[in-house]
Nanobody
Framework: VQLQASGGGLVQAGGFLRLTCAAS????????IGWFRQAPGREREGLSCISSSDATTYYVNSVKGRFTISSDTAQNTVYLQMNSLKPEDTADYYC???????????????????????WGKGTLVTVSS
């Protein structure tokens, strides 16, 4: 399984970015894929996850209403649309995946870094004030 995150960059506060996570080597609909971030000097935090098998999503409160996760099953790709960016969103952003097999309705349960089996390299997001 390989995950490749891209789309980071420098943006002004209030701006937007779309991150892309390209997945390969997996049966896409048997995995939950999530986005996590780690700011300098802080612990990694989970942001959002998606299960393409049942089209369910999960968001942490800090990004609800600003970030939207989506997937393209034909392209084995997960996106994170980030709007109304704030300087405190500055971090390395990672996508990760965990196998759920044929389970359904588990996206909230597995959306944490301890449950993730595979990680991609980060993509840096910098939000200037």
């Amino acid at each position: 399984v390989q995950l490749q995150a891209s789309g980071g960059g420098l943006v002004q506060a209030g701006g937007f970015l779309r991150l892309t996570c390209a997945a390969s080597g997996m049966k896409f609909d048997e995995y939950v894929i999530g986005w996590f971030r780690q700011a300098p000097g802080r612990e990694r935090e989970g942001l959002s996850c998606i299960s393409s098998s049942d089209a369910t999503t999960y968001y942490v409160n800090s990004v609800k209403g600003r970030f939207t996760i989506s997937s393209d099953t034909a392209q084995n790709t997960v996106y994170l649309q980030m709007n109304s960016l704030k300087p405190e969103d500055t971090a390395d952003y990672y996508c990760a995946a965990t196998s759920i097999g044929t389970m359904r309705g588990v996206v909230k349960v597995v959306c944490n870094e301890d449950r993730m089996d595979y990680w991609g390299k980060g993509t840096l997001v910098t939000v200037s004030s």
